[in-house]
């Protein structure tokens, strides 16, 4: 298992950033997008997070990040999970230094490790507890007294394999191959052939969609063409028209349209603004 850390230093704060990332073949590629580990201090007040397909468990190691949820801020719990989300997500971090492990999970590793319906889980921060009673606790725990960011990963790598060792929680197989593949083409593929190819009524395909990713398979391919769009954006040199293009929009006006949605911004401005360093997250003032 091959664990890196990287220290950070600028004006937006000071941090050392750990993660680690499945291989192709390694057993959990299936169901882990990654595992991450902050440690240190944020000096912007505020992150603006995007949308981006998948489902996040977070473990706080110290002081507490709150949500910014319209005109108020509300302390997130030690333990949480963001669902899917189709709109930005604000958070305010702590005013000194803290610690914070996260663990990135396709759908169909949420829907195992979780056994909960995801779309109880979409567009909202939940109390991880509550959804899985002691585990929760358990993996906080196993966090707490790790000496370091590359051990706190290796913890966490390890209750994920304990969760996921179990049988895969009548995982529906059409289903999440529909779901990979619309990931994989990042929301390009008509939905139409795709649901043909997997078997299913539209009825069944979305009432499986909701319960096992989160939302609807249209709602799913929108998010990860933007998140392709978002992707594209942040290369040097790149075109509000050639990357509308690339994502798979109709045209530019389409891609305008999906931004202020997704991002509360438009593209023009998401290009124009500043990005925490090996990030999509834009440092947000209050």
Excluded at 21 to 46: C, I, K, N, T, Y
Excluded at 257 to 275: D, I, Q, S, Y
């Amino acid at each position: 298992m091959t664990i890196a850390s990287q220290y950070i230093d600028t004006d937006l704060g000071r941090w050392v950033h750990t993660e680690w990332r499945p291989g192709p073949q390694d057993p959990l590629a299936w169901a882990v997008e990654r595992v991450w580990d902050f440690d240190g201090m944020a000096s912007a007040p505020q992150e603006r997070v995007f949308p981006n397909g998948l489902v996040e468990l977070i473990v706080q190691l110290d002081d507490r990040y709150h949500d910014v949820l319209d005109s108020r801020c509300v302390l997130t719990p030690v333990t949480c999970v963001t669902g899917v989300f189709s709109a930005p997500i604000v958070v305010q971090a702590p005013r000194r230094r803290c610690r914070v492990l996260g663990v990135r999970l396709h759908p169909a590793g949420a829907w195992v490790a979780l056994r909960h319906p995801l779309a109880e889980l979409a567009d909202t921060t939940t109390d991880l507890e509550g959804v899985l009673g002691p585990a929760a606790s358990e993996l906080a725990e196993r966090c707490h007294d790790a000496s370091s960011g590359i051990e706190r990963v290796r913890r966490a790598v390890g209750w994920l394999a304990g969760r996921l060792r179990a049988d895969r929680f009548r995982l529906d197989p059409a289903a999440h191959r529909m779901a990979r593949r619309i990931a994989a083409t990042a929301g390009s593929r008509p939905i139409g052939p795709l649901r043909l190819e997997a078997g299913l009524s539209d009825a069944r395909l979305v009432s499986l969609f909701r319960e096992q990713v989160g939302v609807t398979p249209k709602r799913y391919a929108q998010i990860h063409r933007f998140a392709r769009a978002l992707s594209l954006l942040s290369r040097p040199g790149a075109s509000l028209a050639g990357v509308a293009l690339e994502a798979g929009f109709y045209d530019q006006p389409h891609m305008n349209a999906e931004f202020r949605r997704m991002a509360r911004l438009t593209p023009g401005e998401f290009l124009a603004a500043r990005r925490f360093p090996n990030s999509l997250s834009l440092p947000e003032p209050v």
